[in-house]
């Protein structure tokens, strides 16, 4: 299989939800899981858990089985990473989407993190930490300029309402830990439950998959139809992907037949499970203990920044700004 039919196989896989709900027939999708687990938040939790535990139990199979046949590489990001490869070129997929910008304390986790992922990938591509973002809301992706230009006219006079949403509806996330598979890797989080000195669920009652349900609709009324690639339940910010397969090729390049090394390979994935260790015991409750966790892996959405409406060329955190939401 080449890089290329590797790395669709592995797109593919990333919008296939492991959490047991299904949206089918469902007008806004998010509402599926909300009701499947009636509005608790310890449930939601625990699908979102559920999904990332699953996926990354099958990536790591994956990545250490004797037929594996080597990383998935980003075409596109490599000819935008070095222009030499195709001078000129630019990425033709336009999008138009709503981010949440990560505050401080989580960029610096996240650059601790990328340093450690060096060690062992020192040729891994990293997302700049101004660049950083999670995906609230993919309206749609892959369009060429003038469509994206045109969703634009018609969102522009909604966006101050949408992007300055979360002020009045905030909602915390939780447990980071690292999500990954053959092309790229990322930190996820889960929707709060309760967690923190003298908190209760209640207190969570509004999730961040409320919230993406929100967005959702809010974009509805606003008149634009949505057309997100996935609604799998997943919080997670992209943190670096493969642009060469040199650094886990037995012969240490990334030449049309190099192979993977399975060695190479296994160490890669023991230091993936070692910075989850790490991520862990450091930022998550103790035990059954849920006031017993330290809150700089906590993230607010909405805290320092509102939500980022972005459009244009944005895969690798380019693209420009609507409108930026008010933060608290």
């Known amino acids: 299989m080449s890089s290329s039919e590797q790395g669709k196989e592995e797109t593919a896989n990333i919008f ?7 949206s089918t027939g469902y007008d806004n999708p998010y509402d599926a899981l909300i009701e499947a687990c009636q509005g608790d ?10 999904h990332r535990r699953a996926r990354n139990e099958q990536q790591r199979l994956k990545l250490l089985d004797p037929g594996f046949t080597g990383v998935s590489l980003d075409p596109i990001l490599q000819r935008v990473h070095d222009p030499s490869i195709e001078p000129g070129y630019v990425d033709p997929r336009n999008c138009l989407v709503f981010w949440a910008r990560p505050p401080k304390r989580i960029r610096h986790l996240i650059g601790d993190v990328q340093q450690k ?7 891994l591509w990293l997302m700049p930490l101004d660049c950083l973002h999670m995906t609230t809301l993919e309206v749609t992706h892959s369009r060429s300029a003038e469509e994206i230009a045109e969703l634009v006219r018609i969102l522009r006079p909604y966006a101050s309402d949408i992007t300055d949403y979360i002020y009045d509806h905030r909602a915390r996330l939780i447990k980071p830990i690292l999500s990954y598979d053959s092309s790229a890797i990322a930190l996820s989080f889960l929707p709060a439950a309760g967690e923190g000195h003298g908190r209760s669920s209640g207190e969570d009652h509004y999730t961040y998959h409320h919230l993406r349900r929100d967005m959702y609709d809010l974009c509805c009324k606003a008149g634009v139809v949505v057309d997100s690639r996935y609604v799998v339940p997943s919080s997670h910010l992209t943190i670096g992907r493969f642009v060469t397969s040199k650094d886990m090729a037995t012969d240490g390049t990334d030449k049309e037949h190099s192979q993977p090394d399975p060695e190479k390979m296994k160490k890669w994935v023991e230091k993936l499970e070692e910075i989850n260790h790490w991520l862990r015991d450091e930022y998550w409750p103790e035990g059954d203990d849920p006031s017993s966790y330290d809150t700089e892996g906590e993230w607010k959405v909405g805290e320092e920044k509102g939500l980022d409406c972005r459009f244009g060329t944005l895969w690798y955190g380019g693209g420009e700004t609507l409108r930026l939401g008010k933060g608290y």
């Open 117 to 123: 992922l060096l060690s062992i990938a020192p040729h």
């Open 16 to 22: 296939v939800d492991l959490s047991g709900v299904s």
């Open 41 to 50: 938040p310890a449930q939601i939790q625990a699908r979102y858990e559920a």
